[in-house]
């Protein structure tokens, strides 16, 4: 059996590495460039309705919009990723703080957020480097010996307290993903809406208990990194988290407390050799903001944080195609080698993966020729009952 790696051999970092300020993440650099318009493409789906394009139908384009219902697109410390508490689960002072072994907290927290919503919850120790330096509006993120999280409009205080993490992972539809890059592919707005409640209820569950939360979406901090040092699986070429379970096709949400919580073991290794020999999102990627060859400590723009030893995207050129084909893109998951329906040859093909690694060039072809990734034909997409993924 291949041993799990240790997250500082599969995640080095080098002495440059700084903390990530978020004003320079992709989404914030092109809200500076476009303002009003940086979502424009969102705006054009009608257009091509109009035009008759497949997978832009009027009940196609309804269908992403809606599963935006429950996303907070505010952010930080909004909605049910408050970093107060939203009293809705309340102990009595007179009943004390539910305090036991870590292992016992990390027991009810998983069980509690996969029943909540998580596919999976992992566990690691506040790690600074991963939190932005500055919010995408400029406010420093610090840390302070205080009780509570606290946002002004100045700064960011996440308290000294907060030694623990709890990563989840929020799953996303193999079928309804397999019809990007169109409106069909409603799976990652809706990741968003579901991580943002989940994320919420979690807290809550925390705070009910007595102990602190703060609940977070794609703000205050590096998500991937996180997710990898809590266990959950390890970066792949296109960037985003591979997990064994369900390749991509999850999003992550992360919680700070100072409810006392354990390790987790890292992913078993295998991830990262297998994309060294598959290069498939590479060649699929419009744009091509996915590099090829090994990974380096280098950036490709600003929207990259260096000093980490992983492949980096061109998240730019990412969003300027999503304004390209007017909605979110999501070709990088439909294609990857791990985007996989659940079943018994899958799993054996995984287990090469992770112990025979000398075969990985023959599965990264056989990939190909099987014509895994392909995109679904939309225009038949409503004509089948639905089916979970
Ligand atoms: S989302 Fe599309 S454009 Fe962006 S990296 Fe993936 S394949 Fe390329
Ligand atoms: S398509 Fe291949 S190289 Fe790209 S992330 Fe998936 S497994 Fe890795």
Redesign the pocket.
Known sequence: MRRRIPFDECYPIGDEYRRFDERNTAFSIKRQKYGADTFSYTKKVWDKMRAGAPGFSHPDISFKNAANTSDNNDGMGTGYYSWEPLGVSVKPDDVPLWEKTPKEHAKVVKKAAQYFGAVDVGFTKMDERWIYSHTSDGRPIVFEEVEQGYITEEKVVIPESHEYVIAMTIPMEFNENSYAPTTIEVTSNMGYARMHVTAGTVAEFIRGLGWNAIPCGNDTALSVPIAIQAGLGHT???G?L?TWDN??LVRICKIFTDMPLPQSPPAPSG?IE??EA?????K?CPSQS?PFGPRTYDPVNESNNPGALKWYCDEQSCFDYWHEVATGCSI?FR?????KKKGLSHDIVKWFVRNVPVLNPFF?WTDDLFGYGEMSDPRKYWDTPFKRS
């Open positions: 792949g070429r296109n985003r591979i390749g991509p991830i297998f994309c598959c290069e498939k999102c590479a699929l996915i990088c294609g990857c080698s791990f985007t990264a």
